[in-house]
Each structure stands twice: as structure tokens, then as C-alpha cells.
């Protein structure tokens, strides 16, 4: 099945922006949506955003309008962009496949590692 790796975390200010990647190695890829998710220590992992095999999107109300997800089947990609970043984006940011587009943790089978992001005042 699918293995999935996050990259591109790192530490930024309040108002910037960072792009996350996904990528993913195995087969079906294609046949998957793909979720974000995020974790602050303490505190519950929360779905952010969502692409269904088609394209379609689905994001948080927290993050809508700031967060854009797209996805590059050639790549087996899928990417969270994020502007205007805020404090309580800090969080540690994984990926996970399902066979549908869902902000829910029991809908996720696949899941990386994750990868930090931190938003500094």
C-alpha cells in the first residue's frame, strides 16, 4: 500500500506563508484522497483540509480562504499551501490517504510522519 512522507515544515512569522508536500510511493495514488491534518501537543489532531481523487476540496472553516490543498498525480504529490499563518497553526502537519475526502481520523488508513510547523510572533 501507500507510504507517505511530509516535507517542508519549518518556522516562520505571523502574515507569512510555507508550502507542505506530501509524497507518496506504491501503488493507487491516484485512487486516494488526501487529507491534512495537524497535532499541537496536548491537544486533539484536527482535519484541516481535504482532496478527494477528483479534485475536490474541502478545508476547515479556520483555514478556508487562507490554506489552499491541490494535488500532482505525475508527482504523486499533494500539497497544503498556507498564507497568512498564524500562531495557532503551530502544530505538527501529517498527510493521510482514504479511500474519501474527509476531515475525520477514523476515515484516514494511510498516514506519514509529519512534519513541524511553527509560526512565531
Known amino acids: 500500500q501507500l507510504q507517505l512522507v511530509e516535507s517542508g515544515g519549518g518556522t516562520v512569522h505571523v502574515g507569512e506563508s510555507l508550502n507542505v508536500s506530501c509524497e507518496a510511493s506504491?501503488?493507487?495514488?491516484?485512487?486516494?484522497?488526501i487529507s491534512w491534518f495537524r497535532q499541537s501537543p496536548g491537544r486533539e489532531r484536527e482535519g484541516i483540509s481535504s482532496?478527494?481523487?477528483?479534485?475536490?476540496?474541502y478545508y476547515k472553516a479556520s483555514v478556508k480562504g487562507r490554506f489552499t490543498i491541490s494535488r500532482d498525480n505525475a508527482k504523486n504529490t499533494v500539497y497544503l499551501h498556507m498564507t497568512s499563518l498564524q500562531p495557532n497553526d503551530t502544530g505538527v502537519y501529517y498527510c493521510a490517504a482514504g479511500t474519501m475526502p474527509s476531515l475525520l481520523y477514523s476515515g484516514m488508513d494511510r498516514w506519514g510522519k509529519g512534519t513541524l510547523v511553527i509560526v512565531s510572533a
Open positions: 482532496i478527494s481523487d477528483g479534485g475536490l476540496t
Open positions: 506504491g501503488s493507487g495514488f491516484e485512487y486516494y484522497a
